[in-house]
C-alpha cells in the first residue's frame, strides 16, 4: 500500500509561547486574572518579588509555568479547563465556592511541593490561598477530556465529575509525572514536531488519558454488556479499515470508536480479543509504513529529513522513530531516504 493525497497528514499548526514577568505588584494582578479569570489579591514585602508566567499553547491543552513570590488570595470563576499542576515550591489550598463566592464546607487540604492536584471540578468556580507559589500545571480542553472518555458532551450524566483532586497512590501520581514530563521533553528538544497535527494530537490525548487514569472520576471505567457483544472481529475490521483510510488524520480510539459505531471500550476490548496489538499499536503501525513509503519518494536534495517525515506521522522523537524503523525495516530511515 503506498501513501496517497487523501492519505496524507493534515495542516500544520504553530504552536506558541508566551512569557510574562514583572516586578511590578499591580501589574502582575492584572496579568493573572485575565489570563486565569480570578479576582486576586496579593501581599507580602513587595521588594524583589518577581512575578513570572510563560505558557505553551497547543490549541486543546495548554502546559504552564507560574512563579508568585508572596501571599495570595483569589476568587475563580469556573475554568472549563481541566487543570492539573505539580507544585515546586510553597504551597496551595483550593476551596469549591458557591454563586456568591463563600466558601463551600468540607476539607480543604493544603499542598505543597511535589504534590500533584487538579485545581478545581472544572465547571465550579473556586477559590484559593497561596504563599511563594511556584508551579507546572497543564490545562485540557473539557471536550477532549470528554471525547477521550468516550463520553458526549450532551451525555445525560453532565460532565465528567472527580470524586479526588489528588492521585490516590504513588503510582498514580507518578505516571502523571511521566506523561507530563514525555509532553515537555517533546516541548523542550522536539518544538518543530509539536507543530504537526499527528504528534500534539497524540500528545493532548495522552495527558487526557492520563489524567483519566490518575483521578478518579465518573467515567464509567469497565465494559458494559453491550460493550463485551460488540467486541467482534467485525468491530476488529472495520476498524482496520477506517485507520487505513484515515492514517494521516489526527485519529485516537474515540474517533476509531465512532467511526465504527461502538464505544471506546469495546473497541479496546475487540483488539485485546482479536488482535496481535491495541488499537493506538494499529494506528502507528500503520502511520509507520506511511512515513516509509513517503522516505522512498522523497528526495533529500529538496529538503526532505527523516525528523520531518517522522514527526508528519505522529513520530516526535527522532532516536524512537530510527530504532521502531530499523526493527521494522531493517535498515535506517536515512539510508531509505539516501537511496
Not at 285 to 294: I, P
Request: hydrophobic share 40%; proline share 8%.
Amino acid at each position: 500500500m503506498t501513501a496517497t493525497d487523501a492519505d496524507s497528514p493534515p495542516e500544520r499548526f504553530t504552536p506558541t509561547r508566551r512569557a510574562f514577568e514583572t516586578r511590578d505588584p499591580e501589574a502582575g494582578r492584572a496579568f493573572m486574572n485575565a489570563v486565569y479569570g480570578t479576582s486576586l489579591r496579593m501581599s507580602g514585602n513587595n521588594e524583589d518579588q518577581l512575578i513570572r508566567h510563560s505558557r505553551y499553547d497547543l490549541g486543546p491543552f495548554c502546559l504552564d509555568d507560574m512563579t508568585l513570590p508572596m501571599d495570595a488570595e483569589y476568587v475563580a470563576e469556573p475554568l472549563e479547563h481541566l487543570a492539573v499542576i505539580q507544585i515546586h515550591s510553597g504551597w496551595s489550598e483550593h476551596r469549591p465556592t458557591d454563586a456568591a463566592d463563600q466558601v463551600l464546607p468540607g476539607d480543604h487540604e493544603r499542598i505543597g511541593p511535589d504534590d500533584i492536584n487538579i485545581i478545581a471540578q472544572p465547571d465550579r468556580p473556586f477559590s484559593a490561598r497561596a504563599s511563594n507559589l511556584g508551579f507546572s500545571g497543564v490545562l485540557l480542553d473539557m471536550p477532549l477530556v470528554m471525547r477521550t472518555a468516550g463520553i458526549g458532551e450532551d451525555a445525560p450524566t453532565g460532565p465528567i465529575r472527580f470524586s479526588r483532586l489528588e492521585p490516590p497512590s504513588q503510582a498514580d501520581a507518578d505516571r502523571w509525572r511521566n506523561s507530563y514530563d514525555y509532553v515537555r521533553e517533546v516541548l523542550e528538544t522536539e518544538f518543530d514536531a509539536m507543530s504537526e497535527p499527528l504528534v500534539r494530537g497524540d500528545s493532548a490525548r495522552l495527558l487526557a488519558a492520563c489524567a483519566l487514569e490518575t483521578f478518579p472520576n465518573s467515567a464509567v471505567p469497565e465494559p458494559t454488556s453491550k460493550d463485551t457483544r460488540d467486541a467482534t472481529p467485525l468491530t476488529v475490521r472495520k476498524a482496520l479499515a477506517f485507520i487505513g483510510e484515515n492514517a494521516g488524520a489526527d485519529i485516537g480510539p474515540a474517533e476509531i470508536a465512532a467511526a465504527v459505531r461502538v464505544s471506546p471500550r469495546a473497541l479496546q476490548l475487540a483488539f485485546a480479543r482479536h488482535h496481535d496489538t491495541s488499537v493506538l499499536g494499529q494506528v502507528h503501525r500503520v502511520r509507520l509504513d506511511r512515513a516509509h513509503f513517503e522516505l522512498l519518494a522523497a528526495d533529500p536534495a529538496g529538503g526532505a529529513t527523516v525528523p520531518r517525515i517522522a514527526a508528519r506521522w505522529g513520530f516526535a522523537k527522532p532516536g524512537g522513530f530510527r530504532t521502531l524503523y530499523r526493527n521494522i525495516y531493517g535498515v535506517s530511515p536515512s539510508e531509505t531516504l539516501a537511496r
